[in-house]
């Protein structure tokens, strides 16, 4: 049974593991995945604990349907305190490693203290070891897994590990697992790195017994169909996530040269037909691949097409290292971007943030705020290809007081750097935008605003917004399972009604990661993906618990809840623009200056954009100041937390 | 029959390995997802983005029949597939053995040995591959479909070969 899975406690300090089985109230509270990670988050850290000492817990994860017969339950949560924010680290992932250690007996881990020598946690049929990590330490995230299978003698293990920029403490370090998935944000590869963590691998051959496996085999091909049948998922799994890259640069809707302009010009050379066109010769006519039971298969392959690097094999890249390492620098060729994307995953950093403080610190090198002596002489110009690839590299080892800063993470290397640096750094609660530019797009820059790791578009993105469906179409998505009857607009630059899209998108999104489904099989990119009023199906066929719609979303709510009040508990105030649910000054004062016509010329409206949090707020149970109201803690349970349940 | 000519055709170039024919499998036949229980499993060089399904192939002179020494393993001429006979079967895992393809599995946990049994004429994996890496089809026609593949291979060699003289 999915249900049997345990939570395992393991102090690296002391190498004490306590095994442990998750009550069914528990799961009926929180029910798995990043939910419950946020729960444990809450009520196994102290207040302003050091995000790089031993007492941040970090907190691994599966959720309650990860590898059963559902589609594309794939993913691995990660939780601890952030050392980029200082507030809530949350990644997510795909592959292979969360359904591996369900079948190894385990859906979460909570892992605390620090290790004497770099070591590795080891699990396998209901056992956990930690074994030493000597031969491995400093070596790059695959030869990392490699090692270990050779080590282990079992080339079915799989390993969630962190590259030299973890071990580097990297603040965006991320942890990685396979050859491209990463959970990439908040730096929880740093953390694992001050733990002495260069690993965690799994293997399992225990049986998840579905509670009723022909329905659920039967219920699982209709969901299937469901999905491969909505054309944004058919154009995913033959170009993957760089298929957005035309549409959203031709609108105006990528953020070019730091924030100077919403679209980069000259970009065809990093379209996904063009990177087709140049690693044809390699990798053939089928050229994706999927993460764990997923139809999707949205993950390109390629082999670099030319210079030292040529003929390596890499995964990707993904549309946001097309704007990591082609727009924001506006270096679009694809050589820079897939040999960009291939160092980052091997160093195992986040890509979007080091594309997003290389091109600020691009911009403050224009600026005269550093000076080439500060960086060595680097010529660190936007549009110079050789300075993005020197820098990627500089970061991961921490070379030069430039680099050096900016592995700390954006605000702090803003005070290293001193002058108005701050004033240039498009971020949110200290970690940075993704290379989307969402000064046209309201509804966006709510949900950057608020959402609860930092600047981010896939904890409430409202994707669907710029479809410009009817208003009838979104009625019916947005008024269930919970009726509203509030205003909707069908168009991407008005403020109305988009509260409600982000705050029912937060829930949706939170429902799925507490299943451990891909976002991708839910109401993202695609309108007509399932949610709420199908879930409790799956569900039900698989684990034998039922839920309705309502109950999933009130979890959902909860969940969410759970993360505000432990940001809440480490500092986050609401217009505080290093820690608070705020966007850069730049959103209100600077006109776009390309895109389509209905673009240019448009900023956040400042007086709008603060009534849109109010009503943000209004709905998600929240004061003024953004702290939930008794009657909001008490209608979704949590009153008493931490309540230590778990 | 239909299905008395008809064999699991695999395609490795279309394989995205995710590995869902293996859950797939083991749900249909055991209730429970665990790849180790899976007869079709897909085997990985990651590091080269090739990925192979592999199960088993109902040889006509199947090795598994002739080491089995009590006569467990027959063939099933309805469905073109070899069968094992638990009542027979004593497990000394002769067959596992000696499978050239690693098909014959040996479930640890009931003590018994495993294999394909093309879940009697619907295959769960075909069904569920959506990119038909692994296909259901007439042996006779395999041999056409591959001549097909590799003939456009060829042509689309010729192809380049002649917009590069011109």
């Not at chain 2, 049994?117 to 259901?136: K, M, N, S």
Request: proline share 5%; net charge negative.
């Amino acid at each position: 049974m999915a249900l049997d899975r345990k939570i395992a406690y393991i102090n690296l300090t002391t190498g004490e593991v306590e095994v442990k089985p998750i009550p069914l109230d528990v799961r009926r509270k929180f029910l798995g995945g990043r939910g419950l990670d946020a729960y444990l988050l809450l009520n196994h850290s102290e207040k302003g604990c050091d995000p790089l000492g031993p007492d941040n817990p970090l907190i691994v994860s599966g959720g309650i349907l990860t590898a059963t017969c559902a589609s594309a339950t794939a993913r691995t949560h990660v939780m601890a305190k952030s050392p980029l924010t200082g507030l809530l680290g949350s990644c997510n992932m795909g592959g292979f490693f969360a359904p591996e250690m369900a079948w190894a007996g385990f859906h979460h881990l909570v892992i605390k203290g620090k290790a004497e020598k770099p070591s590795y946690i080891y699990i396998h049929d209901g056992e956990i070891e930690i074994r030493d990590a000597e031969n491995v330490w400093g070596k790059t995230t695959t030869d990392t897994q490699w090692a270990i299978r050779d080590e282990l003698n079992d080339q079915e293990v799989k390993s969630l590990v962190i590259g030299p920029a973890g071990e580097n403490l990297v603040a965006f370090a991320n942890v990685m697992t396979g050859i491209k998935n990463a959970g990439g944000r908040t730096g929880m590869g740093a953390v694992m790195g001050s733990k002495n963590l260069k690993a965690i691998a799994c293997r399992g051959t225990m049986d998840i017994k579905i509670a009723h496996p022909i329905e659920a085999l039967e219920y699982n091909k209709r969901f299937i169909d469901q999905i491969t049948s909505a054309k944004v998922n058919k154009t995913q799994g033959t170009l993957g996530t760089p298929f957005i890259w035309g549409a959203t640069n031709s609108w105006g809707g990528v953020r070019t040269r730091n924030f100077q302009y919403n679209q980069c010009e000259y970009a065809d050379d990093i379209e996904p037909e063009a990177i087709d066109e140049i690693c044809e010769d390699t990798m053939g006519p089928y050229h994706m691949s999927g993460c764990f039971g997923c139809q999707v298969h949205c993950r390109a392959q390629y082999r670099i097409p030319s210079g030292p690097l040529k003929g390596t094999y890499e995964e990707g890249p993904e549309y946001t290292s097309q704007g990591a390492f082609g727009g924001e620098t506006d270096t679009p060729r694809a050589e820079t971007v897939l040999v960009g994307n291939h160092l980052v995953d091997q160093y195992g950093m986040d890509n979007l943030e080091t594309g997003s403080l290389i091109s600020w610190a691009m911009e403050l090198y224009e600026e005269g705020i550093i000076s080439s002596k500060d960086t060595d002489g680097l010529d660190l110009r936007f549009g110079n290809d050789e300075a993005v690839l020197e820098m990627i590299e500089r970061i991961c080892f921490r070379k030069g007081k430039v680099a050096d800063a900016l592995a700390n993470g954006g605000i702090p290397a803003s005070k290293t750097f001193g002058k108005n640096a701050f004033d240039y750094l498009i971020q949110v609660k200290g970690m940075s935008n993704l290379h989307s530019d969402e000064r046209a797009t309201p509804a966006l820059a709510l949900n950057i605003a608020t959402s609860s790791r930092g600047s981010d578009h896939l904890r409430s993105r409202p994707a669907i917004d710029l479809y410009h469906l009817p208003e009838k179409v979104l009625r019916k998505i947005y008024s269930s399972p919970i009726p509203y009857e509030g205003p909707l607009s069908s168009e991407h630059t008005a403020y109305i009604g988009k509260a409600w899209q982000v705050f029912w998108q937060e829930n949706c999104y939170m429902g799925v990661d507490c299943l451990g489904i891909c976002k991708y099989h839910t109401t993202f990119l695609g309108a007509t993906l399932p949610n709420f009023e199908d879930w409790p199906k799956v569900l039900y066929y698989n684990t034998g618990l039922e839920f309705t719609p309502e109950e999933l979303w009130d979890i959902a709510e909860r969940c969410n809840m759970i993360e505000r009040l432990f940001n809440l508990r480490e500092g986050l105030t609401r217009d505080d623009l290093a820690k608070g649910d705020m966007i850069n000054h730049r959103y209100f004062d600077e006109p776009c200056r390309r895109g389509a016509p209905d673009v240019v010329g448009l900023t956040i409206d400042r007086g709008k954009f603060t009534v849109m949090i109010d009503e943000f707020y209004e709905h998600k149970g929240l004061d003024k100041k953004g702290k939930p109201k008794a009657k909001t803690l008490k209608r979704l349970g949590l009153e008493n937390e931490p309540s230590h349940m778990l | 029959m239909e299905n008395k000519n008809k064999v699991l055709m695999i395609n490795p170039e279309k394989c995205t390995g995710c590995r869902l024919c293996e859950l797939v499998c083991a749900v249909k036949h055991d209730g429970v997802s665990n790849p180790a229980r899976s007869r079709i499993r897909v085997m990985k060089w990651e590091m080269d983005g090739v990925y192979i399904p592999m199960a088993c192939q109902q040889c006509q002179d199947a090795p598994c029949m002739g080491v089995c020494p009590a006569n467990a393993i027959s063939r099933n001429d309805e469905l073109n597939v070899m069968e094992i006979d638990y009542d027979k079967c004593i497990g000394c895992r002769s067959c596992v053995a000696v499978c050239p393809f690693g098909a014959m599995g040996f479930n640890s946990i009931d003590r018994k040995v495993f294999k394909c049994d093309l879940c009697d004429g619907d295959p769960q994996c075909v069904r569920f591959c959506e990119v038909e890496a692994i296909e259901y089809i007439d042996a006779d026609d395999v041999a056409i479909l591959k001549k097909q593949e590799a003939a456009a291979k060829l042509h689309a060699t010729s192809h380049k070969v002649a917009l590069k003289e011109a």
